[in-house]
C-alpha cells in the first residue's frame, strides 16, 4: 500500500520568507511519481511538478525548489521569497509506474501555507 | 485554466435524490480520472477511464457509477445520495496513464 505524510498541517508566514513544505511518502514499488499540487482558495488543482523515483536531481523554477530524497523517501517543496499569492494548500501525492497497475494518485492531507503581508 | 471543464460547479440537492456530474478532458487526453474531497477523508480516488475502459476503481460506492464516452467526456453519477456525499468531485485528465494529470475547477455537490 502507499502512502503519503504531509505532517505540517498549517504553516503561516510572513512575506519574503523562505518556507519549506515536507511531504514523506512510503510505497513498496521501486519506481513511482511524486507530484506536488496546489490548491488556491478558489479550489481548484493545480499542478506543479512530477518527479520520476529514478531521477533524484533536484530542480528549481523560479523561486519554486523541489529536493527528492529516495534515502529518506523525502519529497520536500521550498518556496523561496513567498508572496501573499503563494497562500493555498499544497498538496504532495505519489502513483504507481509499473505496468498493470493503476495511475490514480494517492495524496497527502496537505499543508495550508498563509503568507501574511 | 488546466482545459478540464466541470458541470456544474455547484450542485445542491436533497439526500436520496441522483445528479450525474460532467467532465470534458483536455484535448487529445485519453484518460480520466475522478476524484473526491472532503473534510474528513481528504482527496480520493474514485475510478479511471482509459480511452472508454474501466481501469481502476479506488474507493467508489456501490451507490456511485461512471461511463467515459466515445468522446471521451465522462461523467459520474451519484445516486440515492446522503448528507455524507458532499464534498468536492473533481475531474483529471491525462494523456496517457503515464503523466501528470490535470485537474478541472470541481463540482461542489451539497446534500441537505
Known amino acids: 500500500a502507499q502512502k503519503v505524510t504531509q505532517a505540517q498541517t498549517e504553516i503561516s508566514v510572513v512575506e519574503k520568507e523562505d518556507v519549506t513544505l515536507d511531504c514523506v511518502y512510503e510505497?513498496?514499488?521501486?519506481?513511482?511519481?511524486l507530484f506536488w499540487y496546489k490548491q488556491p482558495p478558489s479550489g481548484e488543482l493545480v499542478f506543479l511538478i512530477r518527479?520520476?523515483?529514478?531521477?533524484?536531481q533536484n530542480e528549481i523554477s523560479g523561486r519554486y525548489s523541489w529536493n527528492f530524497q529516495k534515502s529518506t523517501s523525502s519529497f520536500n517543496f521550498t518556496i523561496t521569497a513567498s508572496q501573499v499569492v503563494d497562500s493555498a494548500v499544497y498538496f504532495c501525492?505519489?502513483?504507481?509506474?509499473?505496468?498493470?497497475?493503476?495511475?490514480?494518485?494517492?495524496f497527502g492531507s496537505g499543508t495550508q501555507l498563509t503568507v501574511l503581508p | 485554466d488546466s482545459g478540464v471543464t466541470q458541470t456544474p460547479k455547484h450542485l445542491i440537492t436533497a439526500t436520496g435524490q441522483r445528479v450525474t456530474l460532467r467532465c470534458s478532458p483536455r484535448?487529445?487526453?485519453?484518460?480520466v480520472y475522478w476524484y473526491q474531497q472532503s473534510l474528513d477523508q481528504g482527496l480520493q480516488f474514485l475510478i479511471q477511464?482509459?480511452?472508454?475502459?474501466?481501469?481502476a476503481k479506488g474507493n467508489i460506492l456501490e451507490r456511485f457509477s461512471a461511463q467515459q464516452f466515445p468522446d471521451l467526456h465522462s461523467e459520474l453519477n451519484l445516486s440515492s445520495l446522503e448528507l455524507g456525499d458532499s464534498a468536492l468531485y473533481f475531474c483529471?485528465?491525462?494523456?496517457?496513464?503515464?503523466?501528470?494529470?490535470?485537474f478541472g475547477q470541481g463540482t461542489r455537490l451539497t446534500v441537505v
Open positions: 483529471a485528465s491525462s494523456p496517457s496513464e503515464y503523466t501528470e494529470a490535470f
Open positions: 510505497t513498496r514499488d521501486t519506481t513511482y511519481y
Open positions: 518527479r520520476n523515483s529514478f531521477d533524484e
Open positions: 501525492a505519489l502513483s504507481q509506474i509499473s505496468s498493470g497497475s493503476a495511475r490514480q494518485l494517492t
Open positions: 484535448s487529445g487526453d485519453l484518460s
Open positions: 477511464y482509459y480511452n472508454g475502459e474501466e481501469r
